[in-house]
């Protein structure tokens, strides 16, 4: 007597194909989701810290940082600016030490009850991505700088994230507006995989010659970002 060989039926593959497309479809949404809640994550603390600056300049007619009488007002130890307008190093806002006025910032903004944090040291916080925010004066090359004036980056970015917040600020176009992106692994250096090395500040260094890059590797997360919005 020959067996029956049993097999799907295309009514069940359909249903599989289609339970399958759902849980796809539920993961693809979740990613979304989830890249959304970073970059609105990220764009609050750059709005948050341009309000912050602006209340303390208000408030003490200085820059946190560059604010010369923060020694007197909080009884703290050689951490007054020195009231030149600019806020620590024109090239990065983490130079090492807890002792420039790219730190000294955070100081201040803390003790004015801008920012949340220890109010005994000056460092900087992080981003939802691990990365740092910092403050400097300028970006881009000393000649002709990409960025005038105060502006604050974030740090350790992919690709599509850095560009949904050009877009959301700016023009969406890397090098050019009021907001620039920087590559982290050409201002600092790769492992031998191809790794963006981990940096330890939030800004890029000034380049020798001007990015002529209009857009974003946003295909992968190789590839990370520093962006700074001028306030």
Partial sequence: MR??????????????????GLLLGGVLKGQELINSAKVKNIANDLNGIAAGVYAYQDRYKAF????????????LTTRSG???GVVGSTTTAFNGPDSDE????????????????DKTNGEQPKNTLGGIVGVQTGTG???????GGL?????????KIAEAIDLQF???????????????????????????????????TRPTTADTATT?????????YTICKAL
Wanted: aromatic share 8%.
């Fill in 3 to 20: 067996s029956k060989q049993s097999g799907f039926t295309l009514v069940e593959i359909a249903i599989v194909l289609v339970i399958i």
């Fill in 64 to 75: 946190p940082g560059d604010d010369a009488a923060a020694d007197a007002r909080w009884s």
């Fill in 82 to 84: 020195n009231k030149n």
């Fill in 102 to 117: 790219n730190t000294f910032f955070w100081q201040h903004m803390r003790h004015a009850g801008f920012v949340a944090g």
């Fill in 141 to 147: 090359i000393a000649a002709t700088p990409d960025l």
């Fill in 151 to 159: 502006v604050v980056c974030t740090s350790n970015l992919p690709g």
């Fill in 170 to 204: 700016d023009d969406g176009i890397k090098n050019a507006g009021n907001l620039r992106g920087y590559n982290q692994e050409s201002t600092f250096s790769l492992t031998a995989a191809g790794t963006p090395v981990t940096i330890s500040g939030a800004n890029p």
């Fill in 216 to 224: 974003y590797a946003s295909a992968n997360d190789i590839v990370l």
